[in-house]
C-alpha cells in the first residue's frame, strides 16, 4: 500500500493529484505543518520518516520518497497504462524532464521565495525587499514558459502528463499569492483543475 502524507495545497497536492490520475490504491495522511505533536511535521514518528520535517513525503513498502516531483515521476512509472510520463521514447522523456527541472528550479523558485519571506521564515530574518524581485523573476520566468509551451494544449507530447500537474499546481500557487498571471495561463490551470482526478484530490486535501 502507498501512503502519502500531506496538507490542503501545499507541495503534496501534486502527488495527491498524480495518485488519482494513477488510480493507484493508497491512504492519505494529513500533517500538521511545524506542529510537534501527533500528526505534526516536527513529530518524532514522522521526522523519522523525513527528517526535514517537510512535505511531501510518500511510503511505498521500504521506499520513502521526500521530494514532490520524484514522487509524481514514481507514480508515473507505477502506472504505464495511463502515460503519465514518456517511459519509450528517449528523446520526448528529456524533454519532459527538461520542463520539470525548469519548473522545480525557475518558475516556482520566486514563488516559495515569496511564502518564505512572507510568513515561513522566523520573522528576523524575512526582508521585505525581496519581494520585489521575487515578482520581476517570476514575469522573467513566464517569459521562459512561454517558448516552451508556444501556444499547445499540453506541455509535452500533445497530451496530458505530470508535467502539467507541476505547472497547473505552480500556477495555482501563483494565483493564490496575488502574482500576475497571464489570462492563457489561468484558463491552462482552470481547465487542468477541472479534471476528475483533481477534483478527488481536492476533496481529499481538505477532508479531514
Not at 38 to 52: K, M, T, V, W
Not at 70 to 95: F, S, T
Not at 117 to 129: G, I, Q, S, T
Request: charged share 25%; net charge negative.
Amino acid at each position: 500500500m502507498i501512503s502519502l502524507y500531506g496538507s490542503g495545497q501545499a507541495r503534496s497536492f501534486r502527488a495527491l493529484w498524480a495518485l488519482e490520475e494513477a488510480g493507484l490504491d493508497f491512504e492519505y495522511h494529513h500533517v500538521k505543518i511545524g506542529q510537534p505533536d501527533e500528526g505534526g511535521s516536527r513529530h518524532p514518528s514522522y521526522l523519522a520518516l523525513n527528517s526535514q520535517g517537510k512535505i511531501p513525503t510518500l511510503v511505498h513498502d521500504d521506499l520513502v520518497l521526500t521530494e514532490s516531483a520524484a514522487i509524481v515521476n514514481y507514480i508515473a512509472a507505477l502506472a504505464p497504462e495511463k502515460q503519465l510520463m514518456p517511459l519509450v521514447d528517449n528523446a520526448m522523456r528529456a524533454k519532459y524532464d527538461e520542463f520539470c527541472f525548469f519548473v522545480l528550479s525557475d518558475l516556482e523558485q520566486p514563488l516559495w521565495t515569496t511564502g518564505k519571506h512572507r510568513f515561513v521564515l522566523p520573522k528576523d530574518y524575512r526582508v521585505e525587499a525581496v519581494l520585489e524581485t521575487a515578482q520581476w523573476e517570476f514575469k522573467r520566468s513566464l517569459k521562459a514558459l512561454d517558448q516552451y509551451m508556444d501556444g499547445q494544449e499540453y506541455v509535452v507530447g500533445n497530451h496530458f502528463t505530470c508535467a502539467d500537474i507541476l505547472l497547473a499546481q505552480t500556477i495555482n500557487w501563483a494565483l493564490r499569492f496575488e502574482f500576475e498571471v497571464p489570462e492563457p495561463y489561468q484558463e491552462y490551470r482552470e481547465r487542468l483543475y477541472q479534471r476528475p482526478a483533481c477534483q478527488r484530490a481536492a476533496e481529499a486535501a481538505t477532508a479531514k
